[in-house]
């Protein structure tokens, strides 16, 4: 089992700059998290899907931030434009919600710095 | 008041002894519970989840839950330096897919 599979690991950027933050969940499972971790704020829930849709969105700061699932395999995160405050490490996971006791399963995370 | 609270410490034991990290929810409709262990760098991963009252017991670890006190905490006996992280607690509500998280605890074990 590969894991859930973040890209890039880490992204350097100049304010303002449009930023892609990409994620592959582990085959089989049907909802996907994307959360968002500083020393502020802690781990903080910023949308997810279920079946590709979303779920719940209430957790994106603002309308700069954008996300969607086109399928099963591959989720994008998009900052447009990006603001020095947005930097922090952004997490994706996984699970699947046919197996109720199961876990999430986070991927390796993108560190994100906007200078 | 925060949905799930942890004392965000730094907490440090030396090495061998038992660390006690505790947490403590609002949502009366919470069902699961998960501790997290993150190193730094790192991402989280579990290493305990208890969804009814009562110790459960996994090697040196072991999770406690009162649910008519809305709390859960994790015991860590003859703690390692290996165990020296941030255990993050997460709560789910019923039957819903997202997690809610604490701010963490940062354990230091001492050797």
């Known amino acids: 089992d590969a894991g859930v599979i973040q890209s890039p690991r880490h992204e350097v950027t100049e304010m303002g700059q449009e930023v892609t933050l990409r994620c592959k969940p582990i085959?089989?499972?049907?909802?996907l998290f994307w959360y968002r971790q500083t020393m502020m704020r802690g781990l903080e829930l910023l949308i997810y899907f279920n079946n590709n849709v979303p779920i719940d969105d209430s957790g994106m700061p603002e309308d700069r931030f954008s996300a969607k699932m086109p399928n099963a395999s591959f989720s994008t995160l998009k900052i447009q434009p990006s603001e020095p405050r947005d930097s922090a490490v952004y997490f994706c996971a996984s699970i699947n919600t046919g197996m109720p006791a199961q876990p999430q399963h986070f991927g390796d995370g993108t560190r994100l710095s906007i200078l | 008041q925060k949905e799930v609270e942890q004392n965000s410490g730094p907490l440090s034991v030396p090495e061998g002894a038992i660390a006690s990290l505790n947490c403590t929810y609002s949502d009366r409709g919470s069902q699961s519970f998960f501790w997290y262990r993150q190193y730094s760098g790192k991402s989280p991963e579990l290493i305990m989840s208890i969804y009814s009252n009562g110790d459960k017991e996994d090697g040196r670890f072991t999770a406690q839950l009162n649910k008519a006190s809305q709390y859960v905490s994790l015991l860590i006996r003859d703690s390692q330096p290996s165990d020296s992280a941030t255990y993050l607690c997460?709560?789910?509500?019923?039957?819903?897919?997202?997690?809610?998280f604490g701010s963490g605890t940062q354990l230091t074990v001492l050797p």
């Open positions: 085959s089989g499972h049907n909802s």
């Open positions: 997460a709560v789910r509500r019923g039957s819903a897919r997202q997690l809610t």
